[in-house]
């Protein structure tokens, strides 16, 4: 079993940044990819961005170039770093895990994760 517990949301004015983080409990963290998912009230779950074991990253065309993912094998953590948010990036966020074959069309599809976190509120004012 694995468990994901994200911390650094919060409310910030448009042009601001934050930071998320994602622990994991898991003694394999470094075989998993990790992915950032946000959901807005009335919208599907959507990918934002993701991380393959290997390090090979994945970004939804709307935050590339604004929003960096890493991750720091040695503290089963990963990272999202938002910058100059817009109000539209408002969202829950949530980080998950998934195990096995990690191509473009599993780490970008939210059923392909197995282990998610509770998330975090991201609210950007206008």
């Known amino acids: 079993q694995v468990q994901l517990v994200e911390s650094g949301g919060g409310l910030v004015q448009a042009g601001g940044s934050l930071r998320l983080s994602c622990a994991a409990s898991v003694l394999t963290f470094s075989t998993y990819a990790m992915g950032w998912f946000r959901q807005a009230p009335g919208k599907e779950r959507d990918v934002v961005a993701a991380i393959r074991w290997s390090g090979i990253t994945y970004y939804a065309d709307s935050v590339k170039g604004r929003f960096t993912i890493s991750r720091d094998n040695a503290k089963n953590t990963v990272y999202l770093q938002m910058n100059t948010l817009k109000p539209e990036d408002t969202a829950v966020y949530y980080c998950?895990?998934?195990?096995?074959?990690?191509?473009?069309?599993?780490?970008?599809?939210?059923?392909?994760?197995?282990?998610w976190g509770q998330g975090t509120q991201v609210t950007v004012s206008s």
């Open positions: 998950a895990a998934l195990s096995g074959i990690q191509v473009d069309s599993r780490i970008r599809t939210a059923r392909e994760y197995t282990y």
